[in-house]
């Protein structure tokens, strides 16, 4: 009986020794998911406030360059108002200065127009009709002249006038049938050396200065 007793009382401690084992188990899971739990919402405490720093450095951020164009804008403003004052009186003492001067200013005497000089027209010579060329050698350039009016001497002025020849020249040596002649009369025709191509039925005048 007593061999039974200790068996049962060594079953029991065995049991209670597996039972307590399990036990243990049990809390050290149950602490271990504790852990875990903690860390994990450790982590998300951190990313969150991690997250609100973010948050506060952009605000920050963006507050400071707001900040900075308010600024930029009201120097701006101040520098535009400056010039404008700056102008304005600029423009204000030239306005001064003109009408100064417009008052000091004399009245400018009226210029009187200018009186037009016409020139004088130049002398026309006298030109009298005394003949005209019945030939022309045009290898010696000698104009054969047929006197119908007046006289004509060496070193008078002549001007032969046609439709396409108009010259004027003095008077050379005339020669009257080969014979030099000084001075050629009315009915009289005598070869003169020209300076110009003549021509037939041309006019020839006497210019008299």
């Known amino acids: ?29 149950k602490k271990k998911a504790k852990t875990k739990r903690k860390k994990a919402s450790k982590r998300k405490k ?3 406030k991690k ?3 973010k948050i506060k450095k952009k605000t920050k ?7 900075k164009k308010t600024a930029k804008k009201k120097v701006k403003k101040k520098v535009k108002k400056k010039a404008k004052k700056k102008t304005t009186k600029k ?5 001064k200065k003109k009408a100064v001067k417009k008052t000091v200013r004399k009245p400018k005497p009226e210029a009187k127009p200018a009186a ?3 020139p004088a027209a130049p002398a026309v010579p006298q030109e009298e009709r005394i003949g005209i060329v019945t030939h022309y050698f045009s290898h010696l350039s000698v104009a054969v002249i047929l006197i119908e009016s007046g006289n004509l001497r ?14 004027r020249q003095r008077v050379g040596s005339m020669e ?34």
């Open 1 to 29: 009986m007593a061999a039974r007793k200790k068996a049962k009382s060594k079953k029991g401690k065995t049991k209670a020794k597996k039972g307590s084992k399990k036990t243990t188990k049990r809390k050290t899971k």
């Open 46 to 48: 951190g990313t969150k």
């Open 51 to 53: 997250a609100k720093k």
């Open 61 to 67: 951020k963006k507050a400071k360059k707001k900040a």
């Open 91 to 95: 423009v204000k003492k030239k306005t």
């Open 116 to 118: 037009v000089v016409t």
């Open 154 to 167: 060496e070193g008078d002025t002549i001007h032969i006038k046609g439709h396409t020849s108009d010259f």
């Open 176 to 209: 009257v049938e080969h014979v030099t002649v000084a001075e050629a009369y009315r009915g009289q025709s005598f070869g003169l050396k020209v300076t110009d191509h003549a021509r037939e039925h041309d006019v020839v005048y006497k210019v008299r200065s």
